[in-house]
């Protein structure tokens, strides 16, 4: 074997980084497709893959055809593969058969040495029994032994199930493709591209592909999904507090400056102008509070991004903060304040002047 061996030339080896978590490779040894084109063509060279496309209807490995029409025909090729038999495959037949009759009630009792096989010495030599099996072969041989050698050892092969098995490869026919892109927007263009031409194609010719990094990116997103929605739930619970607390805050507001309220409605303001008072007022505080975090927010991400980049080692990884999000989000922050000072604001805007002018 290593006479007829090829020889192949390490050129690298590959191993794992210091600080790598996940280093493994699916395959022991990286080779180019030199090799395949190689073993595909070695193979295609090969005698018994010549033989047998040479007579696509005979098994090269038995000699007989692969399929036969009736029960006389199965029973004749039986008959000649048996005899085309080596002494010591004869010899195991022999064993087998003489075995067979022996625990065979029916044949027993129809007399099995009629047709030559009896139930003999099992320790004769090998040639003795393959002169035995040569002796019942010439004779009258069981039929239904015949049939059950045919159903064992012939019948059930097929032309391509031999060149399949013999390693015959068709550049015309591969099993699968693998394609690899650069990016996910060729991904999914690969993708939609695939689905386009199921659309059209017939049944037997749709293209079945496992698009695996779709898979894996669809765990973490579920997973990811379920973290969100976690978060979500507690940010809506803060924002209903956060609601809560401004209402408080503006009533306190009302209150304490309740003479104030007066002395605006004395000098003419209306009870609009009373509560676009404090609607302004915590407008302003929060879009200030607003921006004040947003600012927080893309400060913090300086140091949370030089922490990413250290533990997955890929600079362009990176937390980011959108411009639509950070808009949004103040936008949502402004609203729930405003909601929230709604009631004060109508409430102080109700106040009697002169009540209002008499408070301390």
Known sequence: MLENALELKITGIIRPKEDAQNAGITT????????????ITHTDESAI???????????????????????????????????????????????????????????????????????????????????ALDQWLAGEPDREILLKVYDEYIAGSTYEDNMKAFGKVSYDAPASISIYTDSFENKDRIADCIERYNETAAEDARITYTDYVAMLTSSITTI???ISYVLVAFVAISLIVSCIMIGIITHISVLERTKEIGILRALGA???????????????????????????????????NS??????????????LPLTSSIALVAISILITMIGGLLPAKKAAKKDPVIALRTE
């Open 28 to 39: 022991a040894a990286a080779y180019t497709s030199k090799l395949t084109d190689y073993v």
């Open 49 to 131: 893959i010549l033989a047998q496309e040479a007579d696509a209807g005979i098994n090269v490995l038995t000699g007989m055809k692969f399929e036969s029409s009736d029960d006389d025909a199965k029973a004749k090729d039986a008959k000649a593969y048996l005899s085309a038999l080596s002494i010591s495959d004869k010899a195991s037949f022999y064993k087998l058969m003489t075995y067979y009759v022996s625990n065979n009630s029916e044949t027993e009792s129809t007399g099995a040495g009629q047709n030559g096989m009896a139930a003999g010495n099992t320790a004769a030599d090998e040639s003795t029994m393959a002169a």
């Open 224 to 226: 990811i999904n379920s």
């Open 270 to 304: 209306s009870r609009r102008n009373i509560s676009q008072v404090f609607n302004a007022e915590t407008f302003i505080i929060r879009c200030c509070a607003g921006l004040l975090g947003i600012g927080v927010s893309l400060l913090a991400l300086i140091p949370m």
């Open 307 to 320: 922490v990413i980049e250290k533990l997955t080692g890929l600079a362009e990884l990176e937390a980011q």
